[in-house]
């Protein structure tokens, strides 16, 4: 079956810290992946995606690399900074296209 | 403003006492869904709906009920609430296919006594 694995933290940097939040992944076929961020408090929000292998997502300078090989998408950022303190999810979509398969969060702490 | 929205935010209740979730979204989406959080387990899927009418389990459904009259709109039933599902509730919708972004809504901490 479907599955994600991320580590679960908590991570706690300096600012301007390099973060790599590691996911690897079980699925049948080439699932669309996505990390989710929330935010003390908040819902869940799209940070970044990739749809197929070697695809890159990026945002707000978060990248993560669809990698079929390692069955990975793990997520990197060059420097942290405060605000960025959230949780974070990796999560696969189903191949019926009817169910986000979540990693259970790694909570991030940066401090100045 | 492109949103999901859910009602209440927060609610405390007894067990058995029937209770609503409302969630709604103003994207025309035709898949909705729910997840509950709950620590260390991450989010599981409750129920989800592809249209109008059409509704399916998910990875935990027991002890909920869900409904699709409109596109707009997806409560979630807990018709006789128990301390289990205690629980953060969390609404999200989409267009159909697997590389559509899913928007969720803002969550509604339940606490069942």
């Known amino acids: 079956g479907n599955s994600v694995t991320q580590m679960e933290g908590p991570v706690t940097l300096s600012e301007e810290a390099f973060l790599t939040i590691n996911c690897t992944y079980t699925?049948?076929?080439?699932?669309?992946l996505f990390w989710y961020v929330q935010y003390p408090g908040e819902g869940l929000q799209l940070l970044l995606k990739a749809t197929k292998a070697d695809d890159k997502g990026s945002n707000k300078g978060f990248e993560a690399t669809y990698r079929k090989e390692t069955t990975s998408f793990h997520l990197e950022k060059g420097s942290v900074q405060v605000s960025d303190s959230a949780v974070y999810f990796c999560?696969?979509?189903?191949?019926?296209?009817?169910?986000?398969?979540f990693g259970k969060g790694t909570t991030l702490s940066v401090s100045s | 403003e492109a949103q999901v929205t859910q009602n209440p935010r927060y609610l405390i209740t007894v067990t058995g006492k029937k209770l609503t979730v409302t969630c709604s979204q103003n994207?025309?989406?035709?898949?909705m869904s729910w997840y509950r959080q709950d620590p260390g387990l991450g989010l599981r899927q409750i129920y989800y709906?592809?249209?109008?009418?059409?509704?399916d389990k998910g990875d935990v459904p027991e002890g909920y009920k869900v409904s699709r009259k409109e596109k707009r709109n997806f409560p979630l039933i807990l018709e006789s609430p128990s301390p289990n599902q205690t629980s953060l509730y969390f609404c999200a919708s989409s267009f159909r296919g697997r590389s559509y972004d899913q928007y969720f809504g803002p969550g509604t901490r339940l606490l069942v006594l």
């Open positions: 994207m025309n989406h035709e898949y």
């Open positions: 709906s592809m249209n109008v009418e059409v509704t």
């Open positions: 699925a049948t076929g080439y699932p669309s």
């Open positions: 999560a696969l979509i189903n191949q019926a296209g009817t169910a986000l398969i």
